[in-house]
Each structure stands twice: as C-alpha cells, then as structure tokens.
C-alpha cells in the first residue's frame, strides 16, 4: 500500500516535469543561449548576499562564470546555504523556480552533502517518517529526483561530489567518496547521468599542499567547512577540472583557454552579489541589510 504524505505530493509536484522513461527529452532550439544552473549549500554559494559578509567565506560557484566564455553561455548560481538536498527540493523558492526556468540545452551542476546529516543514508528507496505527516527519503534518492527532473527538461544534469572539509587524518584530509560522494556517484549511475569527483579531485590537491598550508591559504580563521577567496579559487578551477575530464560533455566546449581570475575578492560586502533563485525575495532582503542601505548611501530608519 502507497502512502500519499504531505511531502511526497509536494515532490511530486516539484519534480512534475520529469517524463516517463520512454517519453523523448525536448530538444534544444539551437539559437538557444544555454545556462549552466548551480544548486547546492553554502559551498557552493555562501551568505545571503553572496559577498564575503560571511567571515571572508566563499562558494565555489560564485567565480566559476571566470572559467567559461560568458557570451557563449550563461552562468547562474542558484545554491543556497543551509540546504541539504531535501531542502533545497521542498522550498517553494528554491528547486521549483530553478527547474521552471531550465531549458533544454541547458546543464545543471549539483552539489549536495554537507547539511544531509538528518537525511536518511545510502542512495535507496527506504524511508522514515519526518516531521509531521511527512517522509524523509534518502540522500540518493533526493539526487535522484534533481537528476530525472533536468533530463526531463532536455538539459544536461552533473552531480558533484561535496567538497572535503578541512578535517585530517594524520597527513591526509578525510574523504567524504565511501559516504556521500559515494551515494551521489551512485545515485548518477543508476540514471546515467555525468558525475564529478569534486571531493576526490580536492582533496588530492589538499594532500598535496599538506594540513598546515591547506589551513593557513585556504580557509578563514577557525573555519573548518567553508573556504576563503583562495580556496574557492582551488575549489573551481577542480570543477573546471572535472568538466574536462567528462566524458562526452559538450560543456567543456565553453571553457575559456586561458581564464583570468581576481587574486582577491571582486566585490566588497557592501555589494550584492548573486541573488538567488528567489530573485525579488533576495532583493527585498537585501534592500533592508544595514549593507544594502550602505550601498543605497542611505541610514537605518531614514527614506
């Protein structure tokens, strides 16, 4: 007996896009501009706004657009932080805008993991009852939905593994690929989409440069999940690795060859950076910050 909760119906809904099985993808109009969508956590897009505020803590995606020849394709960051790949899924001003305004033609690069503990493990079908008159799916399962859902749209859906924790075992950073970039790798498999060992490209890199430089150049003070400027430098140029070493992925066709990046920050905390999916949300949000008034040049309780 199938049990219709709350929850299910509301993923239902989210992912109504996805076609059957033998259903044919639509095609891409081939004057079409495509977008490469970034969903994820903070990792990948840290802050509300997007500008450092946070600590000196950067995402990867917010310089990945450096990497790609921007007037051949467009580059959007649509993570969120704070979500895991429930979450971002059940939030009407997340996933549902995002997948709405995917066109075929268009990729998708996810990255889920790092606020999955309350998520059942594994990439199975097994459940557990949630909040309410919900139900917790797995982790693979989420990713899965992510995945089915784009393909049903035409476009291109990559699933990255999350990027390593500055957390060490002896000389070597601890790996996240027998857990959570296990069941993402996994959970790409089982639909035959494109995986990136985003945590194993990382943390090869991070080995090398060894604990003490890795924490010194790369994270802010006492921040163990989220990098600095330098480290979401090293964080995209892995992306940008993977991408070449996919298989059959006309993304890396946008690549540029020679890609010019800011050694420091390029926009100050007075300064929005990406808005979000929620774009009229975040602006509001933004518009009200004791930064957004800064930058607007105008004081708290004055028009």
């Excluded at 990497?67 to 580059?75: A, L």
């Excluded at 090293?234 to 020679?258: F, R, S």
Aim: glycine share 10%; with cysteine.
């Amino acid at each position: 007996m199938i049990r219709r909760t709350t929850a299910s119906l509301f993923l239902l809904a989210a992912t109504a896009f996805a076609a059957a099985p033998t259903a044919t993808p639509p095609q891409a109009d081939p004057n079409h501009k495509p977008t490469v969508w970034l969903i994820g956590d903070s990792t990948v897009r840290n802050g509300s706004f997007d500008n450092g505020a946070t600590a000196g803590q950067w995402g990867w995606g917010h310089l990945l657009h450096y990497y790609f020849d921007t007037s051949k394709v467009n580059v959007v960051n649509d993570a969120m932080g704070g979500t895991s790949s429930k979450s971002f899924q059940e939030s009407a001003k997340l996933w549902p805008l995002v997948i709405s305004k995917v066109q075929p033609g268009d990729f998708v690069l996810m990255q889920f993991g790092h606020n999955d503990s309350a998520t059942p493990r594994g990439n199975g079908d097994e459940t557990t009852p949630g909040r309410g008159n919900t139900t917790n799916h797995t982790f693979g399962w989420y990713m899965r939905q992510y995945i089915e859902a784009v393909q049903a749209k035409g476009a291109t859906p990559i699933v990255c593994s999350l990027i390593p924790r500055n957390n060490w075992t002896g000389a070597k950073v601890d790996r996240g690929d027998d857990t959570y970039g296990l069941w993402a790798r996994q959970a790409a498999e089982q639909d035959h989409a494109l995986f990136l060992p985003l945590n194993t490209i990382i943390a090869d890199k991070y080995d090398k440069l060894g604990r003490e430089k890795v924490t010194a150049d790369l994270f802010p003070p006492r921040e163990g999940t989220h990098t600095n400027w330098k480290g979401a430098v090293l964080n995209a140029q892995a992306v940008v690795e993977g991408i070449k070493d996919l298989k059959d992925c006309p993304l890396k066709n946008y690549l540029v060859t020679t890609p010019v990046v800011p050694e420091a920050a390029d926009i100050t905390t007075r300064e929005h950076g990406e808005l979000g999916p929620d774009e009229a949300g975040a602006t509001r949000k933004w518009e009200s910050s004791a930064a957004g008034r800064a930058a607007a040049g105008t004081q708290p309780g004055k028009p």
